[in-house]
DNA sequence: ATCAATTGCGTTATGCTATAACGTGTGCGA
DNA sequence: TCGCACACGTTATAGCATAACGCAATTGAT
């Protein structure tokens, strides 16, 4: 899969997502693109289907939201486990991978004989200014 | 604390979690138990919150769904990190800790002065019977 | 070229999840 | 006995997500 061509629904989305300073929910981006043209939350869902299927975003289980991807590099690989610290305070949020962690999770769900498909870490809190 | 005398709604909501093969939504429960008197969500996502904040119930984000704690003992004192598995074919939910985690965790997060509230980990999958 | 399959799009309606705001009753310590 | 905290009940509303329909554009095999 090369870089993805993305539609104009998607583009639309993801520049949402990418000038936001932190999360947003669907309603949210919805509000944001209604004047260029966005009426229904449908038009929002289906291109964040699209992008989280690409890697370019995340979705914040614990916050129902989602954000941009903060990886620099193309989505065109997986980039394994990937976890976020969540401020209650300012509400930002940083992504970070760790392969000790990645590791871990691996041997546990093994001797469960557990496939895993999708793994979630979100860590809430406050961070350093915020705290 | 000792061992929570709960209300008649916590012992409600408590023991239809305990019977319950999986995890179940605030609104399932509602219908479960209105033939005991429950009429409305609150009632319900009242008694959640108290029990969450027992440690007797535990939130499974990425689902919006609940569980009873699997831990036997009295929930006096904090278990650290849990994490879960989840099973999307059988619905079958594993609760876990492993203090390795919790100690990578705790690294990765004092590098970034974050201060922990609360930490998610959902591994969605599937299960060896349904693989 | 044409047909079929796929994909994106727009719209309406609906369903699921969670909380706001108000008032009542009860127990308990100052 | 007054005041406070807390559990409870009810109605209404807010916030998140998807079902189901139909149309248009694209692609690709025949």
Redesign the interface.
């Known amino acids: 899969m090369a870089t993805q061509q993305l539609t104009k629904n998607q583009t639309l989305v993801m520049d949402a997502l990418s000038h936001s300073e932190g999360p947003m929910s669907a309603y949210t981006i919805l509000d944001k693109l209604r004047d260029h043209g966005f009426r229904a939350p449908l038009q929002v869902y289906r291109a964040l289907d699209k992008l989280l299927e690409y890697g370019m975003v995340h979705r914040l ?2 916050l129902n939201a989602f954000v941009a991807c903060s990886c620099p590099h193309d989505h065109e690989h997986d980039h394994g486990v990937t ?1 976020f ?1 969540i ?2 305070g300012c509400g930002q949020v ?1 992504e ?1 991978h ?1 392969e ?2 990645e590791q ?2 691996s041997t ?2 093994r001797g ?17 200014s915020c ?1």
């Open positions: 289980e614990s976890a610290t401020c209650e940083t970070f760790d000790a962690i871990r999770l546990l769900t469960q004989n557990f496939k895993t498909e999708k793994t979630t870490i979100e860590i809430r809190g406050h961070c350093q705290a």
